[in-house]
DNA sequence: GTTCCAAAAGTGTCTAACAAGTGTGCACGC
DNA sequence: GCGTGCACACTTGTTAGACACTTTTGGAAC
């Protein structure tokens, strides 16, 4: 991508930030969050690559913005994990190996897992997490990377129904770096969106019926199959949680 | 506290910063980070009461630093959430109500008694948690603010013993908060210490045993007991958890 | 007393610049 | 020829001053 092309992406970015009051208020409300949000979007479509330099120089020509403003994007991004960088530095995109895709699943299992037992307690079954599931069935088999957006919401609403606000920011410091790796599965068709779609049906099923444990048990299974195949997809030794239990297939 | 105090105080800083190859590199190391070191130092003494407005300006001002800077540090605060702000409005200190309390602890809850669980599954009690409980015992009821310390180290080691570099990620941006509010159980008093070591020590003898069920349980009484126990204490209406189950009373 | 307008205070962003740290390549000496 | 050290380019950290815009506050008019 040349400079050119960011600079004319840029343009909108200009128009919601300058006239915010008018409009498109939705997008961003900051230069630096929209600047921000597209470097976020870019890494997700594998656009800039693992390993890849942004310096803030780089970044401020680009966009067309001071640097003062390239490096606040810059730095939320490392805050977030997509981008990491030591002192006096230039920041570098995070490469999701092996060790880091474990670690990303294990933290979310960790979590997540506490919650469906919590939600199982009181029978909780969150409506939007249901919505969401439906919303991946509709999908089908289209395109795979569509999943995604339904996929994150899913779990995503599972972990607001507790209502507590801190564990929602918990999960939002991981969610980039979960979406990141959710891209990869998807668009290595990694997965059956059927089995997906299932398993997410059962989960909620178990919550319902106040088995949190059954409930969280089937979340391990369903994210250590994932988080296995892409350990093995990016070239680190799957454990066995990459087989596919069979009391589950489709058909 | 006036302008020259902050200024003096900066003195310090602005040491460990320009001359930070020497002897206390300990420190901060950039000046943003050192702002926010002292910003927080002063929140959990009470320095800075709750409500009160940080203006990017005054900070700039006090600490003989640029606005930008003093923005920088601001920014951090907030994503620690100790302080509070909307866009283009002055940053605050948070106010730590009873609502506020419950949900800290009960976040804390959720990702602590599942570290439990997974901990006691392989046996793993960490020997950072047993210095530390160790190191509580030691304190006695000499000041109870010293207390603090350890108490914290406690809980940090079983979260680090996972060995999970975002799931320690996630806790810590929990970290100020929680050691806002055992400042505050302490300050008042509201909790026996010698029972507080006695919970600790009950916690990793059940992790050694494997019982992660009850390891998670008795965590569930622990926090709970100084979570409505503050809430009381800050307005709030406290649960039956405030209470103090007898087959745990030292003597 | 209420409402509206204008000034003041404060934040968001930019430009320009200097200081300090990191890394690279080249020259020099062995 | 090869290793060491130094100088230079690149990049980041921090500052100063400035302007645009927003929120708040105070007063004036009704």
Known sequence: ????????KMGEYELKSVRHNV???VAATSIVDAIADDLRARLFVGELAGGMA????DMAASYDVARPTAKAAIEKLVAEGLLVRGVHKTARVAALG???VRDIYLARAYLESEVLRRLAATRTVPAGAAQ???DIAAVGDGSALAVVEPDMRFHTSLIDAVGNERVSKMYRSLVSEVRLCMTRV???NLLD???????HEKILELIGAGEGEAAAALLD???????ERLVAALGGRPGPAAELPSDLLPS
């Open 1 to 8: 991508m040349t400079s050119a092309d960011l600079s004319d």
């Open 23 to 25: 409009a498109f208020r």
């Open 54 to 57: 942004l310096t803030e120089t």
């Open 98 to 100: 092996p060790e880091s």
């Open 132 to 134: 969401a599931n439906q």
């Open 186 to 188: 998807q668009s290595l």
């Open 193 to 199: 969106t059927a089995l997906i779609q299932a398993e």
């Open 221 to 227: 299974v369903h994210l250590g199959r994932a988080r």
